[in-house]
């Protein structure tokens, strides 16, 4: 019985060990499309030559921790991973994966800063790790650490992302004018990015300055389709209609524009949100009914928790009288 677990065992370990020396004059594509090895030899693809090899050179029981990743199984990949982060820094990349699979943000945080101090922050396929450590931190509170992530990157070279990271940290760290400042430049090398738009009408509102923010969701929407091929393949940008649409309304002014924002809205939106209520209640105080939109607004406050930031916009804007809560 011991020898037929050994033969098994090294069965296993012979095929685990063709994920990472397939056959054929080209490594990758020379693999039928069904092969567990043409999996892996993509992941691999997305990364830079040499640190492919390096990641290789880990041996099929290396492959076979990613490959448990890739089919939902992040704890057991994590564990597995960790047997080679000490010998390989690249292997902390796919044990950060592991780990945010996992929920675990801080750990994957901190695998993600080794990583980018031992190896150098890089893009892998459509990820680049600087943009996601300074995500992750941001996400656990430490902006400012986030912040300089980034900007240490943007030193080493312009980059769209990391560019677009640093604004929406600035925003998130109440840096406005300079959030402003920044989304306003890349805005000028990417014209068409509609959270760059947004961002930087959130900046302006923070700021005070509606009519940017007007000016900036307008600039959003013009940038995509009304309908379909006019305007290549960039969507209408619902997130942009309905934040203009409150703009208007809480200001009382373009009823016009009111309607046609909502009509796109409703013909895109799979489901309506919290703010097409907050709308409804809008527009039935700006049509004269404030007893109705104030007792909207008292059901929509008794709905929130007491830390909702939203609650000073519903205060504000529907209570025809003092509200309780």
């Not at 892996?40 to 029981?61: K, N």
């Not at 943007?154 to 920044?182: K, N, Q, V, Y």
């Not at 009304?226 to 200001?251: F, V, W």
């Not at 909207?296 to 939203?310: F, K, S, V």
């Amino acid at each position: 019985r011991e020898r037929a677990a050994e033969d098994e065992a090294a069965a296993a370990a012979r095929a685990a060990a063709e994920i990472i020396a397939p056959e054929g004059g080209d490594p990758l594509w020379s693999l039928p499309p069904d092969d567990p090895r043409l999996r892996y030899a993509l992941l691999l693809e997305s990364w830079p030559d040499a640190l492919r090899e390096r990641l290789a050179a880990l041996g099929p029981g290396y492959a076979k921790a990613v490959m448990m990743l890739e089919d939902g199984e992040p704890g057991p990949a994590r564990e597995a991973l960790g047997a080679f982060v000490e010998g390989e820094p690249a292997a902390r990349y796919d044990r950060a994966r592991a780990a945010l699979a996992s929920g675990q943000v801080v750990a994957a945080a901190s695998d993600l800063a080794t990583f980018g101090d031992a190896v150098g922050h890089l893009r892998i396929g459509s990820t680049h790790t600087a943009v996601l450590l300074a995500q992750l931190l941001a996400q656990t509170g430490r902006g400012v650490e986030a912040l300089r992530v980034i900007e240490a990157e943007i030193e080493r070279g312009p980059d769209l992302a990391l560019e677009g990271t640093r604004a929406s940290i600035l925003e998130a760290l109440g840096r406005l004018e300079d959030a402003i400042a920044a989304a306003e430049q890349l805005l000028m090398k990417a014209p068409k990015d509609q959270g760059l738009f947004r961002l930087l009408a959130r900046a302006r509102i923070r700021a005070g300055d509606r009519p940017g923010a007007v000016g900036a969701l307008e600039g959003s929407l013009a940038s995509t389709c009304s309908s379909p091929g006019k305007c290549g393949n960039q969507p209408y940008d619902i997130t942009a209609a309905r934040m203009l649409a409150l703009l208007y309304l809480e200001d009382g002014v373009k009823a016009e524009r009111v309607d046609e924002l909502i009509g796109k809205i409703r013909a895109n939106a799979s489901e309506p949100t919290w703010e097409d209520s907050y709308i409804a209640a809008l527009q039935i105080r700006n049509g004269g009914d404030t007893e109705r939109s104030a007792q909207m607004g008292e059901r929509m406050l008794q709905a929130m928790a007491p830390e909702d930031p939203r609650r000073d916009a519903v205060r504000r804007n529907l209570a025809a009288l003092p509200i309780a809560g």
